[in-house]
């Protein structure tokens, strides 16, 4: 017997600031909702105001945000819930670990060219990390590595979010997590 139910599993969405995590994860979550699902989203800002709220960006802090983050979704889906994370996760191997916690782990890598993500620059934390008011900025002073094998890539560029979600959608089918 496993630990993991026969529903529950964990969505996560990792990608550079401005990507398309957030859009991606709200959209989810709704369309999920709709099958009966329970379903929490698990977003990096708020998670980072509650659960992570003590840590910074560095690396270290980077890897143990991803590891709360990871052993909440987890609890989430091992009483049968789904857990969507919309977080950057900017370490492979953070990933790798949460993957390895985690059981049913569906990685959607949400890519976006950094030039892209800088121009809509959602939040204007790019302006302010090329001012030099913010350190450690994923894609600018602190490196986003890539996800080798997720078991989704959306390209944000180049989709519209009902098209990216659709790909999403599409590859929980195929694993069977939803009808
Ligand atoms: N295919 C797509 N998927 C998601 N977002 C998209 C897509 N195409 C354009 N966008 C836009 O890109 C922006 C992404 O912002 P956001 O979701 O906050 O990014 P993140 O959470 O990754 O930092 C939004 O303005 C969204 O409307
Ligand atoms: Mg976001």
Redo the contacts with the bound molecule.
């Keep these: 017997m496993t630990e993991q139910t026969a529903n529950g599993f964990v969505v996560w969405l990792t990608?550079?600031?401005?990507?398309?995590?957030?859009?991606?994860a709200r959209l989810l979550e709704s369309e999920l909702r709709g099958f009966g699902l329970a379903v929490e989203r698990l977003d990096g800002d708020e998670v980072r105001q509650h659960l992570t709220k003590d840590l910074g960006f560095s690396k270290e802090d980077r890897m143990e945000n991803v590891r709360r983050i990871a052993y909440v979704a987890k609890l989430l889906s091992r009483i049968g819930g789904v857990a969507i994370v919309?977080a950057i996760a900017p370490y492979a191997e953070a990933r790798r670990s949460a993957r390895t916690e985690i059981g049913t782990f569906v990685e959607v890598f949400?890519r976006c060219p950094l030039e892209v993500c800088v121009q809509?620059d959602?939040k204007g934390l790019y302006a302010k990390a090329y001012r030099g008011e913010i350190a450690q900025m994923t894609g600018v002073s602190a490196p986003y590595e890539a996800p080798v094998n997720p078991e989704v890539i959306?390209d944000?560029d180049q989709?519209?979010?009902a098209?990216?979600l659709k790909k999403i959608l599409h590859q929980l089918r195929v694993m069977k997590l939803v009808p």
Aim: proline share 10%.
């Design positions: 990608g550079l600031p401005g990507a398309g995590k957030s859009t991606l919309a949400v809509r959602v959306v944000t989709e519209l979010p098209q990216s």
